[in-house]
């Protein structure tokens, strides 16, 4: 048995709402705390955060000037049709596309780089 396993992961932001929105609808998953300073969506087993941070700046990439100090992979049966979909929720596709074949780098609506991934 492991000493300890993830509950959670959470995301710095600047509107915790929106951001729970978008994540909620991505992993199909639900909304089930929302506070004006925190939220959290269930994703399975796994509970993603959101947490309000004054005067919030997203992490840049691919420059190192700002880190990502977290980002999530997506595994994905479809990357055109997934692709879509999270533009059509709010992300934004990254111009810097280093493998567009085998996976998509975007940003979530606060700024979080995220990939899709391919499942092979």
């Known amino acids: 048995m492991p000493a300890a396993r993830i ?3 959470n995301l710095e932001c600047a509107d915790p ?3 729970a929105r978008f994540w909620a609808e991505m992993l199909d998953g639900e909304t089930v705390v929302e506070t004006p300073g925190f939220c959290a969506v269930k994703a399975g087993p796994l509970h993603l955060g959101a947490v309000k941070v004054a005067e ?10 700002r ?10 049966e479809d990357l055109d049709a997934a692709e879509r979909t999270a533009i059509g929720l709010g ?10 074949d085998r996976f998509r780098v975007l940003r979530d609506p606060a700024g979080h780089p995220f990939c899709l991934r391919a499942m092979t």
């Open 7 to 9: 509950a959670a992961i």
């Open 67 to 76: 880190s990502q100090q977290i980002h999530l992979d997506l595994a994905v």
């Open 56 to 65: 919030y700046r997203p992490p840049t990439w691919p420059s190192a000037e």
């Open 17 to 19: 709402a929106a951001l």
């Open 91 to 100: 992300a934004a596709k990254e111009a810097a596309q280093p493998g567009p």
